[in-house]
Each structure stands twice: as C-alpha cells, then as structure tokens.
C-alpha cells in the first residue's frame, strides 16, 4: 500500500452495496481504488469498468467498482460512497448522482487522507483532485447541431434528460439548450423532461410529450437509458417520421441507427474514460498535481459511420 493514511469519523456504516457487482475481494498488498459509479446496468459503466481494471492490471494496482440499481437511487450511492470511505483505500473514484449531496462525505474522505477523482460528471466542491469526464456541454451542443441540420433549421424539438442534479445531467441539457438559441433560431425547443435514466419512465414521458405535441419534428436524448426510452415511446406512438438523436453507443443503439430510427448519436470513450481515472487516482496517491480537468473525447456517430473502424474502439461492444 501506498502509506497508511489517518482514521476518520465516520458514523455508521452502510447498508451492504446493493447491485454493486464485484465486492472488496481485492489484494491488500496493492494500491486500492474504490469507484463508485452512478449506475452498473448500462453498457456504459460496463465499459468503464472495463477500461479501469484493464488499466490498474498493467499498473500493478486493484479496483473495485460498485453503482446502485439505477440512476436515481441518490440515497443508494452515498451509503455505497460512505461504506467506501470506511474502508480506507488509497483513492476513490466518484460519478456523482448528486453533485451537491455529496459534499459532505468528501470533507470525509478528505479527512481521511483519501484522494478522490470525479469522472463523467462533476461535482460542487474543491476537494475532488481532477474532474475525468466528457467535455458533455460541447458534446451535447454537436447533438444539436445535427439534429437542426437534419431538420433543415425549422421545427419544434424535445428533449428527454437523464436528470437534473447531476453534472453531466445538467451539462448534456444546457449544451443542448444553448446551442439551440444560439445558432437555430427557426426552432421551438419545449421545455426539458427528465426521465432519470430509465428506459420505461423515458418512454413514458416520449407517449406523453408526443400525445401533447402531435407535430412535434425532433427528439434529443441524452444518455443511453433516455436514448434507448425515447426509441420505445416514438414507435409505440407510430411516430415513424421523427427525426431523433441520442448520447451514449449502447447495443440497442447501434442497432437502431443502423435500421435508422436513431438519426445518430453522440459517443463517449468510456474505457478510456476508465483508463484515465485509474492512472489520475495513482498519481494523485504519489502526491502529483493534477489538471483541473481530464478530457476523454467525443464523438458522433451515424449510419454512415457506424461500422467504421475507427470508431470501433469507443462504441459499447
């Protein structure tokens, strides 16, 4: 181990890591990262995952890698946050469902002598040494910038937002929502509707926005589980003619650009993503400076460019 670090405080323990997946079974000769994602069901934090334990392997180090149920059990991730924090380990990785609920507990972790990185989404404090994640404003102002030339600059468009309390969550909307104002003006944008990740709430909310906005021209989601929602709602509203954009790769969305009810959609690089947070998480243990933010890229994706192999290696497959 890299030092032994002070205890703290802490309070009481939480409750055992529900849908964490793998548990604290690692080496206690190794440095140890504790990540502690927003969610473990999508393609998306698989990959990560992927990328981050691919990485702590060649760099002789170990991770464990836990997210509650879904993406808006807030509740779930801090007693997951906190039950990480009591177990002391070198560094911890966070992607915030909260960004301002966790605050608290990484005053913990600082007092503890535990770095902490944020990756994809950041958070409202200081502490966290470097911030690993998507530039999701621009990335999401590139989704509207197709999505207005796939509909020829005029019409009235929608959006569906995984949530409003997280970083990326707000940045993926207000990206969007700039870029729109700012450069489409022959387009109506309705007001955000947030469906918390979920496919079926996602859906749900498509049937509603289209029952209430017939003419409604276009669709932006902006996760994968709003992506994935948005495509069920649209066709079992038999709104074949909508023209719709999406974040995140997901299976089920390479599939739907392909067959093209997906117009396309932007892609992170979540292994990298992973492999950025190990190596920050290291460095950070070492006492190294780290930049205010580490940028992991995007890019969009469509029928055209789907099966390129040189995006083969940032979608989720």
Request: net charge negative; with cysteine; glycine share 12%.
């Amino acid at each position: 181990m890299r030092g032994i670090r002070p205890l703290a405080v802490l309070g009481a323990l939480a409750v055992a890591l529900t849908g964490c997946g793998p548990g604290w079974g690692h080496d206690p000769d190794l440095p140890h990262i504790a990540i502690v994602s927003k969610g473990f069901q999508h393609q998306f934090w698989q990959a990560v995952k992927r990328g981050a334990e691919e990485e702590a392997e060649r760099r002789g180090a170990g991770v464990t890698f836990m997210g509650p149920p879904t993406e808006q059990d807030v509740e779930a991730q801090l007693n997951m946050l906190t039950n990480a924090i009591a177990r002391q380990p070198d560094a911890i990785g966070l992607a915030a469902l909260d960004s301002r609920a966790t605050e608290p507990l990484l005053r913990q972790a600082e007092e503890a002598g535990i770095p902490v990185i944020a990756f994809d989404s950041g958070v409202d404090s200081e502490i966290p040494r470097t911030t690993v994640a998507t530039d999701n404003r621009a990335a999401a102002a590139l989704a509207a910038e197709h999505l207005a030339g796939l509909l020829g600059g005029t019409g009235t468009v929608g959006l569906v937002v995984h949530d409003q309390t997280s970083g990326s969550g707000v940045d993926r909307r207000d990206g969007f929502l700039d870029w729109m104002r700012a450069n489409a003006p022959g387009i109506t944008v309705l007001d955000p509707q947030y469906g918390g990740g979920d496919q079926l709430v996602s859906a749900d909310i498509t049937k509603a926005v289209l029952a209430a906005n017939p003419d409604l021209d276009g669709l932006y989601a902006s996760n994968e589980g709003s992506a994935v929602g948005v495509l069920r709602g649209v066709a079992e509203s038999g709104h074949e003619d909508l023209v719709v954009v999406g974040f995140d790769s997901g299976r089920a969305q390479l599939d739907a650009v392909r067959d093209g009810t997906l117009a396309g959609a932007v892609t992170q690089d979540p292994i990298d993503m992973g492999r950025r947070l190990v190596l920050a998480g290291l460095a950070a243990m070492d006492g190294e400076e780290l930049p205010a933010t580490v940028d992991t890229g995007f890019h969009w994706y469509d029928a055209r460019t789907v099966d390129d192999p040189a995006l083969a290696g940032v979608l989720y497959q």
